[in-house]
């Protein structure tokens, strides 16, 4: 699992290094079309537990659909299982932890979210930056949900960081998420992108983004992790 996320995070260290490796904004996602960082999104949760995913392009769904992100679908799966949750995919293509952590203020404007999912920090390990800067931002985008909902259930997805910046950095990256997780007794998501990076057939011709068939996949992956969390939650499973 390890090798062929290695091969992917390589080929997407090339596209930011071509890019220059600026944060852009994603197309439009799921539930949230983040488009401006000024204004406030505004959900209508119908009584659903608010589920809030902050993200990088593989949240916002770069090159899909909106509802063929990885969001959207687990959306789909939680409402087959009678989930009474509202999915919303406030993912950004490009950002760092840094940048999710500007952000994240704005995001929890709205309604305070029950439970987060933070996706960020592949963008630092493509960049190589310091995996101390990374952990701290981690901790503070978990602080902040804490400070507007001290109850809300968090979870963290682990990245891993590409193996061409050598064994030492790629372990330290690796070992960031798990040092937050237990620091900040948050839910660690399993590398969701297990079956899916460095699978041609599971991504889009970029060779870095998921296709359909991949986001399917890396959803059913998370859901494994996300279902027992949700089910501790009051009110979301349907009476």
């Given amino acids: 699992m390890r090798v062929r996320a290695g091969m ?12 220059g490796g600026s ?25 659903r537990v608010r589920v809030l995913f902050v993200g990088t392009s593989l949240t916002a769904g770069l090159g899909l659909d ?29 950002e760092t932890s840094a940048g999710a952590l500007r952000r ?20 630092d390990g493509l960049r190589g ?24 259930r968090i979870l963290l997805a682990q990245m891993e960081a590409p193996p061409n910046l050598g064994p030492q ?9 798990l040092a937050v997780a237990a620091d900040q ?20 011709a970029d060779g870095i983004h998921p296709t359909a068939e991949g986001a399917q996949l890396a959803a059913r992956n998370m859901w494994r992790t996300l279902a027992p969390v949700l089910r501790e939650v009051p009110g979301v499973l349907a009476q």
């Fill in 8 to 19: 992917a995070l390589v080929a997407l260290g090339a596209a930011v290094a071509a890019c």
């Fill in 23 to 47: 944060e852009t904004k994603p197309a439009a996602t799921a539930q949230v079309p983040v488009e401006s960082t000024t204004a406030t999104p505004t959900v209508a949760t119908d009584g």
């Fill in 66 to 94: 909106p509802e063929q992100a990885y969001p959207a679908v687990l959306q789909a799966i939680a409402d087959s299982a009678n989930y009474r949750i509202q999915v919303v995919n406030a993912g950004l293509s490009g």
């Fill in 104 to 123: 994240v203020d704005w995001l929890l404007r709205d309604t305070p979210p029950q439970v987060v999912v933070i996706e960020t920090g592949a963008n």
């Fill in 129 to 152: 930056l310091l995996p101390d800067t990374t952990q701290a931002n981690l901790t503070g985008i978990i602080t902040k949900v804490r400070a507007v909902n001290p109850e809300a």
């Fill in 169 to 177: 950095y790629t372990r330290r990256f690796r070992d960031v998420f």
């Fill in 185 to 204: 007794a948050v839910t660690l998501i399993p590398f969701f992108l297990d079956g899916v990076a460095g699978v041609p057939t599971m991504n889009q």
